[in-house]
Nanobody
Framework: QVQLVESGGGSVQAGGSLRLSCTAN????????MAWFRQAPGKERERVAV????????YYADSVKGRFTISQDNIKNTLYLQMNSLKAEDTAVYLC??????????????????WGQGTQVTVS
């Protein structure tokens, strides 16, 4: 069973940066398609970034391209989201998700098997 724990959220000024982390148990990051989603009050869940299990393919929402970078550390079994040039519209709860398939590239949130509890990011 995969367990995901997000950290690194906080409150920052517009234009600032944060790095979110999602630590998984075992070697789940290496053997899973991993993603970051975000959800703001009154809005539907939004796909932010996706990385294939092998780390050789990524996806970014148009709203974050050029500002956010998804990456993973297989030794630490951790997924990261580096967020630069933050805007007020980035304010949301950020969640990591995993699909237990190293070759999959999953875009639909309904297809993910495991979710963390989320970490709050507030940009003012």
């Amino acid at each position: 069973q995969v367990q995901l724990v997000e950290s690194g959220g906080g409150s920052v000024q517009a234009g600032g940066s944060l790095r979110l982390s999602c630590t998984a148990n075992g070697d789940a990051v290496r053997r899973s398609c991993m993603a970051w989603f975000r959800q703001a009050p009154g809005k539907e869940r939004e796909r932010v970034a996706v990385i294939r299990g092998g780390g050789d393919d990524t996806y970014y929402a148009d709203s974050v391209k050029g500002r956010f970078t998804i990456s993973q550390d297989n030794i630490k079994n951790t997924l990261y989201l580096q967020m630069n040039s933050l805007k007020a519209e980035d304010t949301a709860v950020y969640l990591c998700a995993a699909k237990s398939d190293s070759s999959a590239f999953v875009l639909d949130s309904d297809e993910y098997d495991y979710w963390g509890q989320g970490t709050q990011v507030t940009v003012s």
